[in-house]
């Protein structure tokens, strides 16, 4: 049962790590990055290293991304931002096992 979900949560880390077309949104980092606060908020993150919020955010911005991308086409399941939008696939795998 474990592994379905995780091999969704990857490939979504996974794309998230690709380099993604930021200009094919219309939503822009000026419009995420209020939506990454509001995030932060609802999951209790905080960030106590400088450099590590924006670092975040930009690992979070591409999933989000990605994550528009495909619900913009015609899946039969959607996708949505987890606890998890903020962690890299390498962050992921390392933390987060079965």
């Not at 490939?11 to 930021?22: D, K, P, Q, R």
Request: glycine share 6%.
């Amino acid at each position: 049962m474990c592994q379905p979900i995780i091999l969704i949560i990857l490939a979504v880390l996974a794309a998230g790590s690709f380099a993604v077309t930021h200009e094919s949104s219309s939503l822009t980092r000026e419009v995420w990055y209020p939506r990454f606060e509001l995030w932060l908020d609802e999951h209790g993150k905080m960030y106590n290293v400088p450099g590590e919020k924006e670092l975040s955010f930009q690992i979070y911005y591409g999933n989000a991304i990605y994550i528009e991308n495909h619900n913009s086409q015609n899946h039969p399941y959607k996708l949505k931002l987890n606890r998890f939008a903020d962690l890299s696939l390498d962050e992921y795998t390392g933390s987060y096992k079965c």
